[in-house]
């Protein structure tokens, strides 16, 4: 299996603030991988798909990056409703997500 | 209105079984790859089983291989996930989800609970 790891597990941040989270994967998945915001309680959501691409719908403050073995999701503004739990996901093989990166408020 | 809606979940004791249902709407599901994707408690997502649009094809994570199994019913615009010999482990919220162009996930249920405890 493809194990996926994301750092940090918690971030603190702003309103406004610039949030970068990295998810690495244990071996070249290219750009098979994709980004999900989960709020409590609550289904995840799609944000980002082959590393890159912005889901329909999505808010352009956020973008994806990477391939290979080392991704980036990117908030360019922290907004209110962006304090979630952020998982990537690797289609490569047999799906594998990531264990999640907490977004809290500071 | 586009969604799917799980439904099935509850208390079953270990060696149990439960079958789930996942009921899709607003979109042509026969066109679909479709996919069950767990939550244990306060944990991350574990994918779970997949199955092609036709049923023709089925793929199901190590953990839970010759206990569940996955069926739909295109006329009835349904996803399943028979699951025996329940084990503790396998208290999830356990989500449907349909495939996007690839394998990323572009719709998700609500999720429905299933919690395997004597």
């Known amino acids: 299996d493809i194990q996926m790891t994301q750092s940090p597990s918690t971030l603190s941040a702003s309103v406004g603030d610039r949030v970068t989270i990295t998810c690495r994967a244990s071996?070249?998945?290219?750009?098979?991988l994709a980004w999900y915001q989960q709020k409590p309680g609550k289904a995840p959501k799609l944000l980002i798909y082959d590393a890159s691409s912005l889901e329909s719908g999505v808010p352009s403050r956020f973008s994806g990056s990477g391939s290979g073995t080392e991704f980036t999701l990117t908030i360019s503004s922290l907004q209110p409703a962006d304090f979630a739990t952020y998982y990537c996901q690797q289609y490569s093989g047999f799906s594998t997500f990531g264990q999640g990166t907490k977004v809290e408020i500071k | 209105q586009v969604q799917l809606v799980e439904s099935g979940g509850g208390l079953v004791k270990p060696g149990g079984s439960l079958r789930l249902s996942c009921a899709a709407s607003g979109f042509t599901f026969s066109d679909y790859y479709m996919s069950w994707i767990r939550q244990a408690p306060g944990k991350g997502l574990e994918w779970v089983s997949n199955i092609s649009s036709s049923s023709s094809y089925t793929n199901y994570a190590d953990s839970v291989k010759g206990r569940f199994t996955i069926s739909r019913d295109n006329a009835k615009n349904s996803l399943y996930l028979q699951m025996n010999s329940l084990r503790a482990e396998d208290t999830a919220v356990y989500y449907c989800?349909?495939?996007?162009?690839?394998?990323?996930?572009?719709?998700w249920g609500r999720g429905t609970l299933v919690t395997v405890s004597s």
């Open positions: 989800a349909r495939k996007g162009l690839e394998w990323y996930f572009d719709l």
């Open positions: 071996q070249s998945i290219r750009t098979w």
